[in-house]
């Protein structure tokens, strides 16, 4: 890497950091997280481009929705000189998280960053794990939990009133596709370079709902482990 484009990286490293906010209070609940993670208010995910430390980087903000992978390839082919891509996410689609993490990774070279007081949750760790390389600035949040497909509570609710033989369809339905989901997450781990381990020591280590007995449902990776499962990669020198 060129002296310049170190600099400018070291600039960009420097003006996420000091965007930084005062200590965040812990969540009692979700002890390895802060209280209320910078993830952006967005319905959808807004691709913004602009230049930064003397870089072009596209900010990346919002809800990860269906419509994401069409404007995430839209947006980089009006924008072919993105370096960087800068993540804040509660998640959401987790098939359009994979999608879009694939198209980014079609585009080498350009980095993935968790910004310093940002927080990538869900379905926006597969769209950080598309980059190569991948960073995580001090202070900025990878954080995990273990996927459900049991949100819709209404359906739950009807099948139940509607008798056993509605509830044993839904939970054959939802113990199907969670397994087809788990499939492609360990494939889009494989072929990422990331280790296996990050689901199964991890993230499907998190409870999906939340009981009296504990209520901790999601949590922040350190940049230790991070480093470990190789999410991202150790500082050059």
């Not at 999608?99 to 968790?114: D, E, M, P, Q």
């Not at 339905?173 to 296996?196: C, K, V």
Request: aromatic share 6%; hydrophobic share 40%; with cysteine.
């Amino acid at each position: 890497m060129s002296w310049r484009r170190r600099a400018a990286r070291c600039g960009i490293a420097l003006l996420a950091f000091g965007s930084l906010s005062a200590a965040t209070a812990v969540d009692p609940v979700n002890p390895t997280c802060p209280l209320n993670p910078n993830w952006s208010a967005h319905p959808t995910m807004k691709l913004t481009v602009e230049k930064r430390g003397g870089m072009k980087v596209m900010l990346a903000e919002g809800r990860i929705d269906a419509g994401l992978p069409d404007r995430l390839t839209a947006a980089l082919k009006a924008n072919p000189d993105v370096s960087e891509i800068w993540l804040r996410s509660p998640g959401g689609d987790a098939r359009a998280g994979n999608a879009a993490g694939r198209i980014i990774r079609s585009n080498l070279g350009v980095t993935t960053r968790i910004p310093a007081g940002w927080a990538c949750f869900s379905a926006c760790n597969f769209v950080f794990m598309g980059g190569a390389p991948r960073v995580i600035d001090p202070g900025g949040l990878f954080i995990v939990h273990m996927f459900t497909r049991t949100g819709d509570r209404s359906a739950i609710d009807m099948s139940v009133a509607l008798g056993t033989d509605a509830t044993r369809e839904l939970i054959g339905d939802i113990e199907q596709d969670s397994a087809l989901l788990a499939s492609e997450d360990n494939d889009f781990l494989i072929r990422m370079g990331i280790s296996r381990k990050l689901l199964t020591e991890v993230m499907y280590r998190q409870q999906a709902v939340a009981t009296e007995e504990n209520k901790s449902t999601r949590r922040c990776l350190t940049l230790d482990e991070a480093l470990e499962y190789g999410v991202t990669y150790a500082p050059e020198e």
